[in-house]
């Protein structure tokens, strides 16, 4: 029996000529924290470097680009090293894009929440990317995103109830959703490190030119693929209230200290001027 029976990649063939200037680029955030940007999404590697096979990867970033990650995971923990499983954040083309392929060269389990399993499993594609939704370039852009669900089949699994994420010890998942129904964030208690997925994000990621030059900024969600607003706000606020000391998000760059605290308690007051657009098809008006 093939054990790749089963898995559909609805990102074949689905890349994007979109790039920042932090394409390519990895950075060390913590010594088992590693960010890495691929074109405009970022993916992170948790783990010691010196424990080749004691890794776990967030996310996958955008389609037709499991070579690079691959690359990149093989330059940090070895030749040949593969993680002990794919933690997804949510479903989003642009968060599950190698998935599949990456599935197939790795044979490892994937995990994701429940309520993201209907976009994992083939069964239900995302709402339609909001074009009209205000915004610069990328949300003009974002009707050309791809929202059919990738099928993983039997290779993925909903994360644990009691919060804890399989070969993440210390790390714990929170719902956070807004963004998707079944967006996840990832906290580590001991030194209060947050991967936070888009849940809020440090760039203002509906303008071309800021996701290009990846000007930092703490944002709420990306606006032209957010559904629930009031959801998306109260995910905020959970986040900012665990105090973060040290944020990797799903877009920009990482933050840390003062700037991440200031600009974090700063989104939750602004956030219905600051992160709702002021119209688009998903906004209450």
């Given at each position: 029996?093939?054990?790749?029976?089963?898995?559909?990649?609805?990102?074949?063939?689905?890349?994007?000529?979109?790039?920042?200037?932090?394409?390519?680029?990895?950075?060390?955030?913590?010594?088992?924290?590693?960010?890495?940007?691929?074109?405009?999404?970022?993916?992170?590697?948790?783990?010691?470097?010196d424990q080749e096979d004691h890794w776990v990867?967030?996310?996958?970033?955008?389609?037709?680009?499991?070579?690079?990650?691959?690359?990149?995971?093989?330059?940090?923990?070895?030749e040949n090293s593969k993680p002990q499983a794919i933690i997804l954040t949510h479903g989003h083309f642009d968060h599950v894009g190698a998935v599949v392929d990456l599935v197939e060269k790795w044979e490892v389990p994937v995990y994701a929440?429940?309520?993201?399993?209907?976009?994992?499993?083939?069964?239900?594609?995302?709402?339609?990317?909001?074009?009209?939704?205000?915004?610069?370039?990328?949300?003009?852009?974002?009707?050309?995103?791809?929202?059919?669900?990738?099928?993983?089949?039997?290779?993925?699994?909903?994360?644990?109830?009691?919060g804890s994420i399989p070969h993440m010890q210390g790390w714990r998942w929170i719902h956070t959703p807004g963004h998707a129904p079944g967006h996840i964030s990832l906290f580590r208690d001991q030194d209060r490190s947050l991967i936070a997925g888009d849940a809020f994000i440090t760039v203002k990621q509906d303008s071309l030119y800021k996701v290009t030059t990846q000007e930092?900024?703490?944002?709420?969600?990306?606006?032209?693929?957010?559904?629930?607003?009031?959801?998306?706000?109260?995910?905020?606020?959970?986040?900012?209230?665990?105090?973060?000391?040290?944020?990797?998000?799903?877009?920009?760059?990482?933050v840390s200290g003062k700037e991440l605290t200031t600009g974090l308690n700063q989104l939750v007051r602004e956030f219905d001027s600051r992160a709702i657009p002021d119209y688009g098809r998903y906004v209450k008006h």
């Open positions: 029996m093939n054990s790749h029976e089963g898995l559909q990649d609805t990102m074949e063939n689905k890349s994007m000529p979109m790039t920042s200037i932090t394409s390519g680029m990895g950075q060390e955030v913590l010594p088992d924290l590693y960010c890495f940007t691929d074109q405009i999404v970022n993916v992170v590697l948790v783990g010691n470097p990867l967030v996310d996958t970033g955008m389609p037709e680009t499991a070579n690079r990650i691959v690359a990149v995971a093989e330059k940090r923990f070895g929440h429940e309520a993201e399993l209907p976009f994992l499993t083939g069964k239900l594609s995302y709402p339609e990317p909001d074009g009209s939704v205000e915004g610069g370039l990328v949300a003009k852009m974002s009707p050309m995103f791809p929202n059919e669900p990738v099928n993983l089949g039997t290779h993925v699994a909903v994360l644990p109830a009691d930092k900024e703490i944002n709420g969600p990306p606006r032209y693929l957010t559904t629930d607003w009031d959801a998306a706000r109260e995910s905020v606020k959970k986040l900012a209230a665990l105090k973060p000391t040290v944020a990797v998000t799903g877009h920009g760059q990482p």
